[in-house]
């Protein structure tokens, strides 16, 4: 049984949804679920339904960890000397691929990151390569070793354990070289595409940015977030941050609805391991027909208003 440091990131409801999958890969074996906002108690309730027997109030000798990148992860470099793990993992998410990333060379530690698949009682993770053509497996016979699981890519279940919270402050102080003074979040909205575990997305027959507002209503039916594809956002019909594929996001959410899209490979590579594929295109030869789960030709703009309906009512 191995000690596994997990990396809780706290969304604006409590710890993020996304970690809970992070947290089922670990279940089984001895789980330290580890806490930089100040409310490890708040976090004991959901982290011991998911596996964790110790939640650790993270914190350092002076500053705040989730204002310094540089900070949390010597802080984070000190937990996982204090506690003897032996892998500290976490999401995949901006912030967590940072962190991680600073954290394995402060530990001069292996790191792997965006992993699709992990097995830490066999010390190996698969990785996706080359578009999604290939799948690499790797093996870390380090010590130490951290890496970071792609948000959604394990299903979370629960294996309840009876968590405690425990206390540690790190020997480290000072901001380091980053300090964030601000975030701001994107106009699309606050749900952040590649955490997202329900995606709706138009291609370039959505023709307009305002015509991307009927995506939106049926995204907030659904508890969604919205994407586009390469096409629409070179023709202007949404930011770059909505951007899905090859030269935009990698997504892995349990239901991807695909509006107006050709199923490029380009695009293709972004989504493919999202779990339901359902395409809707009037185009009854388009070759997201073959790629997807459950498939619907017809105009986006008749079938989405119908399921935003339908959805309003069963509400």
Not at 4 to 26: P, R, S
């Amino acid at each position: 049984m191995a000690k596994i440091g997990v990396w809780i990131e706290m969304g604006q409801d409590g710890v993020k949804e996304a970690n809970l999958g992070v947290l089922t890969a670990a279940a089984g074996h001895e789980v330290y679920a580890l806490v930089c906002s100040g409310d490890a108690e708040g976090c004991r309730e959901v982290c011991g339904k998911y596996g964790a027997a110790k939640v650790v109030a993270l914190a350092a000798e002076s500053g705040a960890l989730w204002d310094s990148p540089d900070l949390a992860a010597r802080a984070l470099a000190a937990a996982a000397n204090e506690f003897d793990l032996q892998v500290v993992t976490g999401l995949g998410s901006l912030n967590g691929r940072d962190l991680l990333a600073r954290t394995a060379a402060i530990l001069d530690a292996p790191l792997l990151q965006d992993c699709t698949a992990v097995d830490f009682t066999a010390g190996t993770v698969e990785k996706s390569h080359f578009s999604g053509k290939t799948v690499a497996r790797f093996e870390c016979r380090a010590p130490l070793w951290l890496c970071s699981l792609r948000p959604n890519a394990v299903e979370p279940q629960e294996s309840p354990v009876e968590a405690e919270v425990v206390s540690y402050t790190a020997p480290v102080s000072g901001s380091g070289g980053v300090k964030v003074l601000e975030v701001r979040r994107d106009s699309s909205g606050v749900m952040e595409l590649t955490e997202a575990t329900i995606i709706i997305t138009g291609g370039r027959p959505m023709d307009s940015a305002e015509n991307f507002q009927l995506l939106h209503e049926c995204a907030a039916e659904l508890g969604a977030a919205v994407g586009a594809s390469r096409a629409a956002v070179d023709a202007g019909f949404a930011p770059h941050s909505m951007q899905v594929g090859q030269t935009g996001k990698t997504v892995s959410p349990r239901l991807y609805i695909a509006c107006g899209l050709s199923g490029s490979v380009q695009h293709f590579a972004g989504m493919k391991t999202s779990k339901v594929i359902v395409a809707i295109n009037t185009d009854k030869d388009a070759p997201i027909f073959g790629k997807c789960n459950y498939g619907i030709v017809g105009d986006l703009f008749e079938v989405v208003p119908v399921l935003t309906e339908v959805l309003r009512e069963r509400a």
